[in-house]
């Protein structure tokens, strides 16, 4: 078969670099980053992440082949700062953003173990009977 193993779409092999960063001399303050083994799901976040940034003026991504499982992504900033610190403070920002949606729907599944847990009690109180 031509299929690769499915662990082949997000193992690192020996040897990888999981994101290699090139500059990019068409356009000042340019760079493309490979991301070995990811797709459109981290691509688009990233990328979406920083255009929101103040001192990116560009960025976006690409899928080469939906078989070959890398992204390039490519960020044009303004001079303050590089490419480089934009995308590790994007990824920083993801994570404490993604950080807090744990902590949210931790104290949401607690409040509704919480509820049922209360909702089954009182149909224990009421032994069958209906609430008057």
Same mark, same amino acid.
């Given at each position: 078969?031509?299929?690769?193993?499915?662990?082949?779409?997000?193992?690192?092999?020996?040897?990888?670099?999981?994101?290699?960063?090139? +500059?990019? *001399?068409?356009?000042?303050? &340019?760079?493309?980053?490979? %991301?070995?083994?990811?797709?459109?799901? /981290?691509?688009? $976040?990233?990328?979406?992440?920083?255009?929101?940034?103040?001192?990116?003026?560009?960025?976006?991504?690409?899928?080469?082949?939906?078989?070959?499982?890398?992204?390039?992504?490519? +960020?044009? *900033?303004?001079?303050?700062? &590089?490419?480089?610190?934009? %995308?590790?403070?994007?990824?920083?920002? /993801?994570?404490? $953003?993604?950080?807090?949606?744990?902590?949210?729907?931790?104290?949401?599944?607690?409040?509704?173990?919480?509820?049922?847990?209360?909702?089954?009690?009182?149909?224990?109180?009421?032994?069958?009977?209906?609430?008057?």
């Amino acid at each position: 078969m031509n299929a690769p193993d499915r662990f082949e779409l997000f193992l690192l092999g020996d040897g990888e670099k999981k994101i290699t960063e090139t +500059v990019f *001399t068409g356009m000042s303050n &340019t760079s493309d980053f490979l %991301l070995l083994k990811e797709d459109h799901t /981290l691509g688009n $976040l990233l990328a979406e992440r920083l255009k929101g940034h103040d001192n990116v003026l560009m960025a976006g991504y690409k899928i080469g082949h939906p078989n070959v499982p890398e992204v390039l992504i490519r +960020v044009q *900033t303004d001079g303050t700062i &590089t490419p480089r610190d934009a %995308l590790i403070q994007a990824c920083e920002d /993801l994570v404490f $953003l993604y950080h807090q949606l744990k902590q949210e729907f931790q104290k949401e599944l607690a409040l509704r173990h919480l509820a049922d847990a209360g909702s089954q009690t009182n149909a224990n109180n009421n032994n069958g009977q209906g609430d008057f």
